[in-house]
């Protein structure tokens, strides 16, 4: 089962040995800075665009691996009936999105949310500073 985290700076998803078999792909690491927006997509078939380039599916049961549509190509991780967490990627990243079925799809996107918020800044302004008194 695929694993969608948080590991420093990167958001990245973890595969076990059969998918990275299957999928034909190592472990996908993105940084933080590269994330445009995430949400968690109930219905897993709306998160999938375009069709499979590189990697396995079994229709109504689950898709992964490397998709490409006219806009990129995403890198899905997908199992039917869980939800997806979808993390759409600025143009500079090597995917437009990646969509990963997780457990906890509410639990995954607060983290990204919440680091992706801290990656953006500065790091002088990272640093809690106390009141100057005066």
Do not use: N
């Not at 472990?27 to 995430?38: A, S």
């Not at 665009?49 to 997908?78: E, M, N, T």
């Not at 437009?96 to 801290?118: C, F, K, W, Y």
């Amino acid at each position: 089962m695929a694993r969608l985290v948080v590991d420093g700076e990167d958001v990245v998803v973890r595969l076990s040995w059969r998918e990275k078999a299957a999928a034909r792909c190592r472990d996908v690491r993105i940084p933080l800075t590269e994330v445009k927006d995430v949400w968690v997509e109930p219905d897993w078939w709306r998160a999938l665009r375009g069709g499979r380039r590189l990697g396995r599916y079994s229709p109504g049961r689950f898709c992964l691996g490397k998709w490409q549509h006219r806009d990129g190509r995403d890198f899905v991780a997908v199992r039917a009936a869980d939800p997806v967490v979808c993390v759409d990627l600025r143009h500079s990243a090597p995917f437009t999105r990646l969509a990963v079925s997780v457990p906890d799809p509410d639990e995954v996107t607060r983290t990204i949310r919440t680091r992706q918020h801290g990656a953006r800044r500065p790091a002088r302004e990272r640093v809690a500073h106390a009141p100057r008194g005066r």
